[in-house]
DNA sequence: ATGCCGACAGGATGTCGA
Protein backbone atom coordinates (compact mmCIF):
# COMPACT_ATOMS: atom_id res chain seq x y z
CA UNK A 1 0.00 0.00 0.00
CA UNK A 2 1.56 3.49 -1.31
CA UNK A 3 0.74 6.47 1.17
CA UNK A 4 1.46 10.11 0.48
CA UNK A 5 0.89 13.12 2.24
CA UNK A 6 1.12 16.70 -0.47
CA UNK A 7 0.83 19.95 1.22
CA UNK A 8 -0.61 21.28 -2.03
CA UNK A 9 -1.06 25.14 -0.85
CA UNK A 10 -4.86 25.75 -2.59
CA UNK A 11 -6.72 22.71 -3.94
CA UNK A 12 -8.44 24.60 -6.48
CA UNK A 13 -5.27 26.30 -7.93
CA UNK A 14 -3.22 22.66 -7.95
CA UNK A 15 -6.05 20.49 -9.72
CA UNK A 16 -4.13 20.04 -12.96
CA UNK A 17 -1.01 19.24 -11.11
CA UNK A 18 -2.83 17.34 -8.77
CA UNK A 19 -4.35 15.08 -10.92
CA UNK A 20 -0.91 14.73 -13.44
CA UNK A 21 0.50 13.71 -9.98
CA UNK A 22 -1.92 11.21 -8.63
CA UNK A 23 -2.34 9.37 -12.14
CA UNK A 24 1.71 9.33 -12.13
CA UNK A 25 2.58 7.83 -8.21
CA UNK A 26 -0.27 5.78 -8.43
CA UNK A 27 -0.77 6.40 -4.67
CA UNK A 28 -3.37 4.39 -2.78
CA UNK A 29 -3.68 6.50 0.18
CA UNK A 30 -3.02 10.72 0.14
CA UNK A 31 -3.04 12.79 2.56
CA UNK A 32 -3.95 16.53 1.31
CA UNK A 33 -2.93 19.49 3.23
CA UNK A 34 -4.15 23.66 3.15
CA UNK A 35 -7.03 22.62 0.67
CA UNK A 36 -8.08 26.74 1.06
CA UNK A 37 -11.42 25.48 -0.06
CA UNK A 38 -14.69 24.62 1.96
CA UNK A 39 -16.43 20.70 1.62
CA UNK A 40 -18.87 22.01 -0.93
CA UNK A 41 -16.65 23.62 -3.12
CA UNK A 42 -13.48 20.52 -2.85
CA UNK A 43 -13.05 18.95 -6.65
CA UNK A 44 -14.64 15.49 -5.23
CA UNK A 45 -15.74 14.53 -8.43
CA UNK A 46 -12.28 14.67 -10.20
CA UNK A 47 -10.87 12.55 -7.42
CA UNK A 48 -13.59 10.20 -7.70
CA UNK A 49 -13.43 9.89 -11.06
CA UNK A 50 -9.55 8.60 -10.53
CA UNK A 51 -10.82 6.06 -8.26
CA UNK A 52 -10.51 7.79 -5.00
CA UNK A 53 -13.06 7.92 -1.94
CA UNK A 54 -12.62 11.45 -0.42
CA UNK A 55 -13.15 12.57 3.85
CA UNK A 56 -12.70 16.56 3.51
CA UNK A 57 -12.16 18.58 6.30
CA UNK A 58 -12.23 21.82 4.77
CA UNK A 59 -12.41 25.77 5.61
CA UNK A 60 -12.97 29.04 3.21
CA UNK A 61 -9.57 30.42 2.50
CA UNK A 62 -7.10 28.74 5.07
CA UNK A 63 -6.01 25.28 6.22
CA UNK A 64 -8.31 22.75 5.06
CA UNK A 65 -7.45 18.76 5.46
CA UNK A 66 -8.33 15.96 3.27
CA UNK A 67 -8.04 12.11 3.08
CA UNK A 68 -8.22 10.22 -0.46
CA UNK A 69 -8.04 6.30 -0.22
CA UNK A 70 -8.79 4.21 -3.54
CA UNK A 71 -10.04 2.04 -0.70
CA UNK A 72 -13.03 3.00 1.48
CA UNK A 73 -12.25 5.20 4.38
CA UNK A 74 -14.31 4.10 7.67
CA UNK A 75 -14.62 5.87 11.02
CA UNK A 76 -13.88 9.53 9.72
CA UNK A 77 -12.93 11.97 12.60
CA UNK A 78 -12.33 15.25 11.08
CA UNK A 79 -10.91 17.14 14.58
CA UNK A 80 -7.91 16.85 17.52
CA UNK A 81 -9.54 16.02 20.61
CA UNK A 82 -9.19 19.28 22.84
CA UNK A 83 -8.69 23.06 21.95
CA UNK A 84 -11.72 24.40 22.85
CA UNK A 85 -12.72 27.14 20.21
CA UNK A 86 -10.27 26.11 18.18
CA UNK A 87 -12.04 25.94 14.53
CA UNK A 88 -8.60 25.33 12.41
CA UNK A 89 -9.14 22.63 9.97
CA UNK A 90 -6.14 21.36 10.64
CA UNK A 91 -6.29 17.34 11.31
CA UNK A 92 -8.83 14.55 10.09
CA UNK A 93 -8.42 11.03 10.39
CA UNK A 94 -10.10 7.74 9.11
CA UNK A 95 -9.67 4.07 8.87
CA UNK A 96 -8.72 2.08 5.72
CA UNK A 97 -9.18 -1.66 5.89
CA UNK A 98 -6.10 -3.39 4.29
CA UNK A 99 -6.02 -7.84 3.14
CA UNK A 100 -3.91 -7.54 6.50
CA UNK A 101 -6.24 -5.41 8.72
CA UNK A 102 -6.64 -2.08 9.11
CA UNK A 103 -4.67 1.73 8.39
CA UNK A 104 -5.32 3.93 11.16
CA UNK A 105 -4.18 7.35 8.68
CA UNK A 106 -4.49 11.20 9.39
CA UNK A 107 -3.73 14.34 7.57
CA UNK A 108 -2.27 16.84 10.02
CA UNK A 109 -1.19 20.48 9.44
CA UNK A 110 0.07 21.76 12.25
CA UNK A 111 0.26 25.58 12.68
CA UNK A 112 3.50 27.63 11.31
CA UNK A 113 3.53 29.22 14.05
CA UNK A 114 5.40 32.82 13.06
CA UNK A 115 6.10 34.82 14.61
CA UNK A 116 8.07 33.78 17.33
CA UNK A 117 6.83 35.68 20.83
CA UNK A 118 3.13 35.81 19.58
CA UNK A 119 -0.10 33.96 20.46
CA UNK A 120 0.30 32.48 16.78
CA UNK A 121 3.95 30.72 18.55
CA UNK A 122 1.81 29.77 21.72
CA UNK A 123 -0.81 28.92 19.56
CA UNK A 124 1.54 26.25 17.56
CA UNK A 125 3.13 24.58 20.29
CA UNK A 126 -0.35 24.03 22.19
CA UNK A 127 -1.67 22.41 19.27
CA UNK A 128 1.30 20.17 18.96
CA UNK A 129 0.93 19.29 22.53
CA UNK A 130 -2.93 18.37 21.66
CA UNK A 131 -1.50 16.23 18.92
CA UNK A 132 0.96 14.62 21.36
CA UNK A 133 -1.46 13.69 23.49
CA UNK A 134 -3.99 11.99 20.70
CA UNK A 135 -1.18 10.30 19.10
CA UNK A 136 -0.61 8.56 23.11
CA UNK A 137 -4.14 7.17 23.09
CA UNK A 138 -4.48 6.07 19.45
CA UNK A 139 -0.93 4.16 20.10
CA UNK A 140 -2.41 2.33 22.87
CA UNK A 141 -4.66 0.78 20.31
CA UNK A 142 -1.41 -0.89 19.17
CA UNK A 143 -2.80 -0.61 15.29
CA UNK A 144 -1.15 0.03 12.23
CA UNK A 145 -1.35 4.33 12.38
CA UNK A 146 0.32 6.68 10.35
CA UNK A 147 0.50 10.06 11.40
CA UNK A 148 1.21 12.42 7.96
CA UNK A 149 1.63 16.05 6.78
CA UNK A 150 3.13 19.27 7.13
CA UNK A 151 4.33 19.23 10.52
CA UNK A 152 5.81 22.88 10.24
CA UNK A 153 9.05 21.66 12.25
CA UNK A 154 12.85 21.50 10.83
CA UNK A 155 13.41 18.41 12.84
CA UNK A 156 17.21 18.99 12.73
CA UNK A 157 20.17 21.36 11.14
CA UNK A 158 20.92 18.49 8.84
CA UNK A 159 17.12 19.52 7.19
CA UNK A 160 18.02 22.61 6.24
CA UNK A 161 20.48 24.60 3.95
CA UNK A 162 21.42 27.01 6.70
CA UNK A 163 20.26 26.79 9.71
CA UNK A 164 21.53 30.71 10.79
CA UNK A 165 18.54 31.60 8.33
CA UNK A 166 15.97 29.89 10.10
CA UNK A 167 17.27 30.73 13.73
CA UNK A 168 14.45 32.89 14.43
CA UNK A 169 11.71 31.21 12.67
CA UNK A 170 8.86 29.40 14.62
CA UNK A 171 9.61 26.05 12.57
CA UNK A 172 13.66 25.67 13.90
CA UNK A 173 12.83 26.45 17.49
CA UNK A 174 13.93 24.27 20.20
CA UNK A 175 10.41 24.43 21.50
CA UNK A 176 9.16 23.44 17.96
CA UNK A 177 11.80 20.82 17.57
CA UNK A 178 11.14 19.23 21.23
CA UNK A 179 7.88 18.77 20.44
CA UNK A 180 7.97 17.04 17.81
CA UNK A 181 10.70 14.77 18.97
CA UNK A 182 8.40 14.12 22.13
CA UNK A 183 5.54 13.04 19.51
CA UNK A 184 8.61 10.86 17.79
CA UNK A 185 9.43 9.77 21.32
CA UNK A 186 6.06 7.95 22.04
CA UNK A 187 7.35 5.32 19.80
CA UNK A 188 6.76 6.67 16.25
CA UNK A 189 9.37 6.29 13.46
CA UNK A 190 10.13 8.94 10.57
CA UNK A 191 9.51 7.05 7.10
CA UNK A 192 11.32 8.96 5.24
CA UNK A 193 14.62 9.27 7.56
CA UNK A 194 14.29 5.42 8.67
CA UNK A 195 15.13 5.15 5.02
CA UNK A 196 17.42 7.31 4.40
CA UNK A 197 20.49 7.95 5.76
CA UNK A 198 21.90 11.08 3.36
CA UNK A 199 21.28 14.83 5.00
CA UNK A 200 19.84 17.77 3.03
CA UNK A 201 16.88 15.98 1.66
CA UNK A 202 13.45 18.58 1.59
CA UNK A 203 9.91 18.76 1.25
CA UNK A 204 9.61 22.09 0.81
CA UNK A 205 11.16 25.26 -1.41
CA UNK A 206 10.12 29.10 -0.77
CA UNK A 207 8.53 30.56 -4.06
CA UNK A 208 11.12 33.35 -2.96
CA UNK A 209 14.71 34.61 -3.92
CA UNK A 210 14.90 31.37 -6.36
CA UNK A 211 15.14 29.07 -3.26
CA UNK A 212 14.14 25.77 -5.40
CA UNK A 213 16.91 26.70 -8.20
CA UNK A 214 19.55 26.97 -5.46
CA UNK A 215 18.22 23.85 -3.25
CA UNK A 216 17.39 26.12 -0.71
CA UNK A 217 15.10 24.30 1.03
CA UNK A 218 13.55 22.89 4.43
CA UNK A 219 12.27 19.28 5.44
CA UNK A 220 8.81 19.97 7.26
CA UNK A 221 6.62 17.10 5.60
CA UNK A 222 7.00 14.12 7.74
CA UNK A 223 5.37 10.32 7.62
CA UNK A 224 5.49 8.87 11.19
CA UNK A 225 4.60 5.74 11.41
CA UNK A 226 3.64 3.69 14.89
CA UNK A 227 5.52 0.36 15.76
CA UNK A 228 3.05 -1.73 13.69
CA UNK A 229 2.92 0.65 10.85
CA UNK A 230 6.60 0.54 10.81
CA UNK A 231 7.16 -3.56 10.55
CA UNK A 232 5.78 -3.06 7.59
CA UNK A 233 8.01 -0.19 6.24
CA UNK A 234 9.20 -1.15 2.47
CA UNK A 235 10.30 2.30 1.20
CA UNK A 236 9.24 5.72 1.48
CA UNK A 237 10.63 8.84 -0.79
CA UNK A 238 9.98 12.32 -2.03
CA UNK A 239 8.50 13.49 -5.57
CA UNK A 240 10.96 16.40 -6.26
CA UNK A 241 9.97 16.82 -10.09
CA UNK A 242 6.42 18.25 -9.03
CA UNK A 243 8.19 21.43 -7.82
CA UNK A 244 9.75 22.17 -11.01
CA UNK A 245 6.45 22.56 -12.59
CA UNK A 246 4.56 25.07 -14.06
CA UNK A 247 2.00 26.93 -10.97
CA UNK A 248 3.90 24.24 -8.08
CA UNK A 249 2.91 23.89 -4.50
CA UNK A 250 5.95 25.07 -2.58
CA UNK A 251 5.90 21.80 -1.24
CA UNK A 252 6.31 18.40 -2.46
CA UNK A 253 4.65 14.76 -1.65
CA UNK A 254 6.31 12.62 0.90
CA UNK A 255 5.30 9.00 0.20
CA UNK A 256 6.21 5.48 2.10
CA UNK A 257 5.29 1.58 1.03
CA UNK A 258 3.70 -0.50 3.69
CA UNK A 259 3.67 -3.96 2.94
CA UNK A 260 0.06 -4.56 4.39
CA UNK A 261 -1.60 -5.41 0.53
C1' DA B 1 17.66 44.15 8.04
C1' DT B 2 13.90 43.06 4.71
C1' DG B 3 11.75 41.80 0.42
C1' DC B 4 11.69 38.53 -2.97
C1' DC B 5 6.41 34.74 -4.49
C1' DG B 6 1.85 33.03 -4.52
C1' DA B 7 -3.12 32.38 -3.02
C1' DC B 8 -7.16 34.53 -1.31
C1' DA B 9 -10.95 37.92 -0.87
C1' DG B 10 -12.69 41.23 -3.37
C1' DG B 11 -12.47 44.55 -6.69
C1' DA B 12 -7.17 47.77 -4.01
C1' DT B 13 -4.32 46.01 -1.42
C1' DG B 14 -3.78 43.61 3.17
C1' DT B 15 -3.29 38.92 5.32
C1' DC B 16 -1.09 34.75 5.53
C1' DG B 17 2.23 31.31 4.66
C1' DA B 18 7.36 29.31 5.76
Redesign the pocket.
Same mark, same amino acid.
Given at each position: MKIATW?V???? !??LENAVAWLKDAEPDVVAF??L??TDDTFPRETFEELGYNCAVHGQ????GVAILSKRPLEDVTPRLPGGDGDDHARYIEAIVPGDKGIVRVASI?A??G??VGTD?FTYKLGWMERLHAHAKELLKLEEKLVLMG?Y?VIPTADDCWDPKAWE?? !??FQTESRAALRKLEFLGLTDAFRACHAETHQYT?W??? !??AWQKDHG?R?DHILLSPQAADCLVTSGTDKKVRARE?PS??VPVWCELDVD
Open positions: NNSIK !ARQEKCKTYNYPNNPKDNSD !ALFDYQ !AGIIRDH
